[in-house]
T-cell receptor, first 112, second 114 residues
Framework: GNSVTQMEGPVTLSEEAFLTINCTYT??????LFWYVQYPGEGLQLLLK?????DKGSNKGFEATYRKETTSFHLEKGSVQVSDSAVYFC???????????FGKGTRLSVIA | GAVVSQHPSWVICKSGTSVKIECRSL??????MFWYRQFPKQSLMLMAT?????????EQGVEKDKFLINHASLTLSTLTVTSAHPEDSSFYIC??????????FGQGTRLTVV
């Protein structure tokens, strides 16, 4: 079945540092890939997505590229801020109304 | 993006009572809604998938008689935790999807059973 593996946290960075959170997936078809962010005490918000190979999703300075050859969708940001402190979830979805498959989440803490 | 409203955002109830959580899609018709449970510092665990007008499909290990799910319309699904106990305390999140592959999430409900 489909699965998502993302790097375990917590990740602690200083402000303005470079961020990479690795995510790899296993899927039988051609899924869409997502990054969701969860701020403390809140639900999930879609951060970015990519629906086909070589697509790059981007939002708020975050980027991730759908790499079919390496089955990866790593999240990157060039300069993190304290306000980026949250839990980040990588997820995939098949076509149709099937549930998202989530990674375990990576907690990011950015210190000033 | 589309909005999914979940209510209440937090609730405290006494052990043995029932609690209902509502999930509404405000600006689109959600043919499918999903209910997740999240334990502290863990990922989301899918509890059930709910299609409008039909019975929910529960994941293995989720008690359907304890977690009652109703999806009576294309914009509303409810989760009722019956005879709640302290071990049911958790963060419950709903998600709604329509024709696109993107899922929209409610803001979550923190349930505390005392």
């Amino acid at each position: 079945g489909n699965s998502v593996t993302q790097m375990e946290g917590p990740v602690t960075l200083s402000e303005e540092a470079f961020l990479t959170i690795n995510c790899t997936y296993t899927a039988t078809g051609y899924p869409s890939l997502f990054w969701y962010v969860q701020y403390p005490g809140e639900g999930l918000q879609l951060l970015l997505k990519a629906t086909k190979a070589d697509d790059k999703g981007s939002n708020k300075g975050f980027e991730a590229t759908y790499r079919k050859e390496t089955t990866s969708f790593h999240l990157e940001k060039g300069s993190v801020q304290v306000s980026d402190s949250a839990v980040y979830f990588c997820a995939l979805s098949d076509q149709g109304n099937t549930p998202l498959v989530f990674g375990k989440g990576t907690r990011l803490s950015v210190i000033a | 993006g589309a909005v999914v409203s979940q209510h209440p955002s937090w609730v405290i109830c006494k052990s043995g009572t029932s609690v209902k959580i509502e999930c509404r899609s405000l600006d689109f018709q959600a043919t499918t809604m999903f209910w997740y449970r999240q334990f502290p510092k863990q990922s989301l665990m899918l509890m059930a998938t709910s299609n409008e007008g039909s019975k929910a499909t529960y994941e293995q290990g989720v008690e359907k008689d304890k977690f009652l799910i109703n999806h009576a319309s294309l914009t509303l699904s409810t989760l009722t935790v019956t005879s709640a106990h302290p071990e049911d305390s958790s963060f419950y999140i709903c998600s709604a999807r329509a024709a696109t592959t993107e899922a929209f999430f409610g803001q979550g409900t923190r349930l505390t059973v005392v």
